[in-house]
Protein backbone atom coordinates (compact mmCIF):
# COMPACT_ATOMS: atom_id res chain seq x y z
CA UNK A 1 0.00 0.00 0.00
CA UNK A 2 2.91 2.72 0.73
CA UNK A 3 4.59 1.61 -2.32
CA UNK A 4 1.27 2.41 -4.24
CA UNK A 5 1.43 5.63 -2.91
CA UNK A 6 5.07 6.76 -3.79
CA UNK A 7 4.37 9.05 -6.28
CA UNK A 8 2.68 11.24 -3.13
CA UNK A 9 6.11 10.62 -0.96
CA UNK A 10 9.15 10.45 -3.44
CA UNK A 11 11.64 11.29 -0.74
CA UNK A 12 11.47 8.47 1.37
CA UNK A 13 9.25 5.41 2.77
CA UNK A 14 9.58 3.72 5.68
CA UNK A 15 6.98 1.03 8.47
CA UNK A 16 6.16 0.90 11.81
CA UNK A 17 4.70 -2.13 13.39
CA UNK A 18 3.33 -4.35 15.98
CA UNK A 19 0.84 -6.80 16.82
CA UNK A 20 -1.53 -4.64 16.63
CA UNK A 21 -1.31 -1.66 14.70
CA UNK A 22 1.15 -1.47 11.07
CA UNK A 23 1.84 2.21 10.14
CA UNK A 24 3.51 2.95 5.96
CA UNK A 25 4.38 6.25 5.05
CA UNK A 26 5.71 7.65 1.85
CA UNK A 27 7.67 10.61 2.74
CA UNK A 28 7.56 14.39 0.34
CA UNK A 29 10.43 16.54 2.69
CA UNK A 30 8.95 20.05 3.12
CA UNK A 31 10.18 20.55 6.87
CA UNK A 32 13.11 19.12 7.85
CA UNK A 33 14.58 17.75 4.65
CA UNK A 34 17.09 15.17 6.96
CA UNK A 35 16.23 11.70 7.80
CA UNK A 36 15.67 12.99 11.10
CA UNK A 37 12.18 14.08 10.12
CA UNK A 38 11.32 10.40 8.12
CA UNK A 39 8.37 8.75 8.73
CA UNK A 40 6.53 7.15 10.22
CA UNK A 41 7.72 8.45 13.72
CA UNK A 42 7.58 7.38 17.08
CA UNK A 43 8.79 8.60 20.63
CA UNK A 44 11.64 7.33 22.47
CA UNK A 45 10.58 3.99 23.85
CA UNK A 46 7.50 3.53 20.62
CA UNK A 47 4.83 3.88 22.84
CA UNK A 48 3.05 6.74 20.72
CA UNK A 49 4.00 6.58 16.76
CA UNK A 50 2.78 8.70 13.77
CA UNK A 51 1.78 8.12 10.18
CA UNK A 52 1.82 11.82 8.64
CA UNK A 53 0.61 13.44 5.50
CA UNK A 54 0.32 17.69 4.84
CA UNK A 55 1.64 20.69 7.56
CA UNK A 56 1.20 22.27 10.50
CA UNK A 57 1.23 25.62 9.91
CA UNK A 58 1.59 26.85 13.72
CA UNK A 59 3.94 24.17 15.10
CA UNK A 60 6.46 27.13 16.45
CA UNK A 61 3.93 28.60 17.84
CA UNK A 62 2.80 25.48 19.40
CA UNK A 63 5.61 24.67 20.62
CA UNK A 64 6.33 27.87 22.35
CA UNK A 65 2.85 28.25 24.03
CA UNK A 66 3.00 24.60 25.08
CA UNK A 67 6.65 24.73 26.20
CA UNK A 68 7.28 21.64 24.09
CA UNK A 69 11.04 22.10 24.09
CA UNK A 70 11.37 22.65 27.63
CA UNK A 71 9.78 19.08 28.47
CA UNK A 72 10.66 16.65 24.95
CA UNK A 73 14.36 16.34 23.49
CA UNK A 74 13.38 17.31 19.46
CA UNK A 75 14.82 15.34 17.33
CA UNK A 76 13.83 17.16 14.14
CA UNK A 77 12.87 20.20 13.37
CA UNK A 78 10.07 18.56 11.32
CA UNK A 79 6.51 19.91 11.78
CA UNK A 80 5.34 15.80 12.21
CA UNK A 81 7.43 15.93 15.54
CA UNK A 82 5.20 18.93 16.91
CA UNK A 83 2.11 16.89 16.39
CA UNK A 84 4.05 13.84 18.02
CA UNK A 85 4.91 16.13 20.91
CA UNK A 86 1.81 17.65 21.41
CA UNK A 87 -0.12 14.62 21.68
CA UNK A 88 1.85 13.52 24.42
CA UNK A 89 1.17 16.13 26.19
CA UNK A 90 -2.14 16.66 25.84
CA UNK A 91 -3.70 13.53 24.32
CA UNK A 92 -6.23 13.16 21.40
CA UNK A 93 -7.70 16.96 22.41
CA UNK A 94 -4.45 18.73 21.19
CA UNK A 95 -6.24 18.69 17.71
CA UNK A 96 -8.19 21.52 18.05
CA UNK A 97 -5.43 23.52 18.72
CA UNK A 98 -3.98 22.97 14.80
CA UNK A 99 -4.01 24.65 12.12
CA UNK A 100 -2.77 23.75 8.71
CA UNK A 101 -3.81 20.86 6.66
CA UNK A 102 -3.14 17.85 7.15
CA UNK A 103 -3.94 13.85 7.55
CA UNK A 104 -2.66 11.68 9.77
CA UNK A 105 -2.81 8.53 12.38
CA UNK A 106 -1.32 8.52 15.58
CA UNK A 107 -1.00 5.29 17.54
CA UNK A 108 -0.67 4.82 21.13
CA UNK A 109 0.35 1.57 22.38
CA UNK A 110 -0.25 2.24 25.97
CA UNK A 111 -3.69 2.76 25.23
CA UNK A 112 -4.26 0.31 22.69
CA UNK A 113 -5.94 2.33 20.36
CA UNK A 114 -5.61 4.63 16.91
CA UNK A 115 -6.49 7.49 16.09
CA UNK A 116 -7.08 8.89 12.43
CA UNK A 117 -7.82 12.55 12.59
CA UNK A 118 -8.34 15.37 9.34
CA UNK A 119 -7.83 18.42 8.85
CA UNK A 120 -10.88 20.89 9.47
CA UNK A 121 -12.06 21.55 6.32
CA UNK A 122 -10.97 18.24 4.28
CA UNK A 123 -8.11 19.62 2.10
CA UNK A 124 -5.95 16.47 2.67
CA UNK A 125 -7.32 13.38 1.74
CA UNK A 126 -8.18 10.46 4.14
CA UNK A 127 -9.69 7.35 3.14
CA UNK A 128 -10.69 4.60 5.63
CA UNK A 129 -12.30 0.69 4.84
CA UNK A 130 -12.99 -2.06 7.28
CA UNK A 131 -12.09 -5.67 5.86
CA UNK A 132 -12.32 -8.60 8.37
CA UNK A 133 -11.17 -7.52 11.32
CA UNK A 134 -8.81 -4.95 10.41
CA UNK A 135 -9.35 -1.29 9.16
CA UNK A 136 -7.31 0.49 6.94
CA UNK A 137 -6.51 3.74 5.77
CA UNK A 138 -4.79 5.46 2.98
CA UNK A 139 -4.51 8.94 1.19
CA UNK A 140 -5.67 7.67 -1.96
CA UNK A 141 -8.07 4.79 -2.58
CA UNK A 142 -5.68 2.89 -5.42
CA UNK A 143 -3.65 1.56 -2.06
CA UNK A 144 -6.58 -0.45 -0.82
CA UNK A 145 -6.48 -2.32 -4.56
CA UNK A 146 -2.91 -3.80 -3.01
CA UNK A 147 -5.06 -5.78 -0.58
CA UNK A 148 -6.06 -9.43 -1.86
CA UNK A 149 -10.30 -9.78 -2.57
CA UNK A 150 -10.47 -6.35 -2.68
CA UNK A 151 -14.34 -5.67 -3.02
CA UNK A 152 -14.60 -3.51 -6.43
CA UNK A 153 -18.49 -2.81 -5.87
CA UNK A 154 -19.58 0.16 -7.24
CA UNK A 155 -21.48 2.44 -5.02
CA UNK A 156 -24.35 4.07 -7.28
CA UNK A 157 -25.69 6.62 -4.87
CA UNK A 158 -22.12 8.17 -4.73
CA UNK A 159 -21.46 8.17 -9.06
CA UNK A 160 -25.28 9.44 -9.39
CA UNK A 161 -23.80 12.45 -7.04
CA UNK A 162 -20.77 12.36 -9.02
CA UNK A 163 -22.17 12.92 -12.63
CA UNK A 164 -25.21 15.36 -11.12
CA UNK A 165 -22.73 17.40 -8.89
CA UNK A 166 -19.49 16.61 -10.72
CA UNK A 167 -18.14 15.44 -7.29
CA UNK A 168 -19.04 12.91 -4.50
CA UNK A 169 -20.67 14.46 -1.00
CA UNK A 170 -19.98 13.48 2.61
CA UNK A 171 -17.97 9.99 3.43
CA UNK A 172 -19.14 8.48 -0.08
CA UNK A 173 -16.46 6.95 -2.49
CA UNK A 174 -17.17 5.14 -5.92
CA UNK A 175 -16.78 1.88 -3.82
CA UNK A 176 -19.32 0.76 -1.51
CA UNK A 177 -16.34 -0.78 0.70
CA UNK A 178 -14.42 2.29 1.21
CA UNK A 179 -15.26 5.81 3.24
CA UNK A 180 -13.92 9.21 3.03
CA UNK A 181 -13.23 10.70 6.87
CA UNK A 182 -14.90 13.92 6.49
CA UNK A 183 -13.22 17.33 7.34
CA UNK A 184 -13.21 18.12 10.76
CA UNK A 185 -13.82 14.92 12.22
CA UNK A 186 -11.61 11.99 14.39
CA UNK A 187 -11.76 8.70 14.19
CA UNK A 188 -11.05 6.44 17.53
CA UNK A 189 -10.38 2.95 17.09
CA UNK A 190 -9.76 0.72 20.26
CA UNK A 191 -7.49 -1.85 18.48
CA UNK A 192 -8.09 -4.24 21.36
CA UNK A 193 -11.95 -4.55 20.73
CA UNK A 194 -12.25 -2.82 17.61
CA UNK A 195 -14.80 -0.69 18.15
CA UNK A 196 -14.71 2.43 15.78
CA UNK A 197 -16.09 6.03 17.15
CA UNK A 198 -15.84 8.91 14.65
CA UNK A 199 -16.56 12.53 15.95
CA UNK A 200 -16.53 15.94 14.89
CA UNK A 201 -13.59 17.78 16.88
CA UNK A 202 -14.03 20.79 14.82
CA UNK A 203 -17.07 23.23 14.08
CA UNK A 204 -16.51 26.67 12.32
CA UNK A 205 -18.53 29.35 14.34
CA UNK A 206 -19.01 32.88 13.16
CA UNK A 207 -21.51 35.53 14.25
CA UNK A 208 -22.63 38.96 12.74
CA UNK A 209 -20.40 41.90 14.77
CA UNK A 210 -22.54 44.76 13.95
CA UNK A 211 -20.31 47.22 16.14
CA UNK A 212 -17.58 46.22 12.81
CA UNK A 213 -16.89 49.50 10.23
CA UNK A 214 -16.73 48.20 7.21
CA UNK A 215 -12.66 49.17 7.09
CA UNK A 216 -12.22 47.21 10.27
CA UNK A 217 -13.17 44.25 8.84
CA UNK A 218 -11.13 44.76 5.23
CA UNK A 219 -7.98 45.52 7.83
CA UNK A 220 -9.09 42.78 9.55
CA UNK A 221 -9.44 40.41 6.62
CA UNK A 222 -6.13 41.65 5.21
CA UNK A 223 -4.20 40.67 8.31
CA UNK A 224 -5.36 37.15 8.43
CA UNK A 225 -5.03 36.09 4.79
CA UNK A 226 -1.15 38.19 5.29
CA UNK A 227 -0.90 35.75 8.50
CA UNK A 228 -2.16 32.27 6.81
CA UNK A 229 0.06 33.00 3.72
CA UNK A 230 3.34 33.86 5.77
CA UNK A 231 2.90 31.06 7.90
CA UNK A 232 2.35 28.73 4.39
CA UNK A 233 6.10 29.89 3.38
CA UNK A 234 7.75 28.94 6.27
CA UNK A 235 9.37 25.80 4.88
CA UNK A 236 12.41 24.72 3.79
CA UNK A 237 11.57 23.80 0.15
CA UNK A 238 11.43 26.75 -2.42
CA UNK A 239 7.56 27.90 -1.99
CA UNK A 240 5.86 27.90 -5.12
CA UNK A 241 1.92 29.51 -6.61
CA UNK A 242 -0.30 27.87 -9.01
CA UNK A 243 -1.19 31.00 -10.94
CA UNK A 244 -5.13 30.78 -12.97
CA UNK A 245 -5.43 34.27 -13.77
CA UNK A 246 -8.21 34.76 -11.29
CA UNK A 247 -8.78 36.92 -8.59
CA UNK A 248 -7.96 34.42 -5.79
CA UNK A 249 -4.52 33.37 -6.76
CA UNK A 250 -4.26 36.75 -7.82
CA UNK A 251 -4.41 38.28 -4.00
CA UNK A 252 -2.07 35.69 -2.98
CA UNK A 253 0.13 36.79 -5.08
CA UNK A 254 -0.43 40.31 -4.24
CA UNK A 255 0.25 38.72 -0.17
CA UNK A 256 3.80 37.43 -1.46
CA UNK A 257 4.43 40.44 -2.94
CA UNK A 258 3.86 42.32 0.16
CA UNK A 259 6.09 39.85 2.19
CA UNK A 260 8.95 40.81 -0.50
CA UNK A 261 9.07 37.15 -1.79
CA UNK A 262 7.33 37.28 -4.70
CA UNK A 263 10.79 37.61 -6.83
CA UNK A 264 11.86 34.66 -5.78
CA UNK A 265 8.48 32.81 -6.08
CA UNK A 266 7.73 30.57 -9.13
CA UNK A 267 4.08 30.71 -10.37
CA UNK A 268 3.07 28.09 -12.76
CA UNK A 269 0.24 28.65 -14.89
CA UNK A 270 -1.97 26.01 -17.60
CA UNK A 271 -2.39 27.91 -20.77
CA UNK A 272 -4.87 26.00 -22.38
CA UNK A 273 -4.49 26.04 -26.01
CA UNK A 274 -8.59 26.81 -27.01
CA UNK A 275 -9.55 30.18 -27.11
CA UNK A 276 -12.63 29.58 -25.07
CA UNK A 277 -10.40 28.54 -21.77
CA UNK A 278 -7.54 30.10 -22.78
CA UNK A 279 -6.43 32.84 -19.20
CA UNK A 280 -2.87 33.26 -20.13
CA UNK A 281 -2.96 37.28 -20.73
CA UNK A 282 -4.17 37.45 -17.35
CA UNK A 283 -1.59 35.05 -15.80
CA UNK A 284 1.42 37.25 -17.71
CA UNK A 285 -0.24 40.50 -16.35
CA UNK A 286 0.19 39.07 -12.71
CA UNK A 287 2.92 37.07 -13.00
CA UNK A 288 4.56 40.51 -14.55
CA UNK A 289 2.86 42.48 -11.56
CA UNK A 290 4.67 40.20 -8.93
CA UNK A 291 8.29 40.14 -10.60
CA UNK A 292 7.94 36.07 -10.23
CA UNK A 293 9.52 33.11 -11.99
CA UNK A 294 7.04 32.47 -14.27
CA UNK A 295 6.60 29.19 -16.53
CA UNK A 296 3.77 28.35 -18.45
CA UNK A 297 2.60 24.68 -19.43
CA UNK A 298 0.48 24.58 -22.98
CA UNK A 299 -1.88 21.71 -22.83
CA UNK A 300 -4.04 20.77 -25.91
CA UNK A 301 -7.62 19.22 -25.26
CA UNK A 302 -5.92 15.91 -27.16
CA UNK A 303 -3.24 15.88 -23.99
CA UNK A 304 -6.22 15.51 -21.07
CA UNK A 305 -7.81 12.76 -23.20
CA UNK A 306 -4.73 10.85 -24.35
CA UNK A 307 -2.92 11.36 -20.48
CA UNK A 308 -6.16 10.53 -18.50
CA UNK A 309 -5.59 6.35 -18.26
CA UNK A 310 -1.91 7.32 -17.05
CA UNK A 311 -3.42 9.59 -14.13
CA UNK A 312 -6.43 7.23 -13.24
CA UNK A 313 -3.42 4.51 -12.80
Request: aromatic share 8%.
Amino acid sequence: MTRALRHRGPDGAGLLSDEMCALGNARLRITDLSSKGDLPMANEDGSVRLSYNGAVTNGAELKRSLGLEDRYRFRSSSDAEIVLRAYEELGIDFVRRLSGMFAFCLYDRRLGKAFLVRDFFGQRPLFHMVKGQKLYFASEIKAFLELPDFDKSLDHDALHHFFSLAYIPGKLTPFKAVRELEGGHLMEIDCRTGSIDARRYYRLEYGADESLSEGAAARGLHEALLDSVRRNIEVDVPAGLMLSGGVDTGILLGLLKELGVSRRTHTFSIRMNAPTFDESRYQRLLADFGGTIHHTVEVNPADIEANLPAHIA
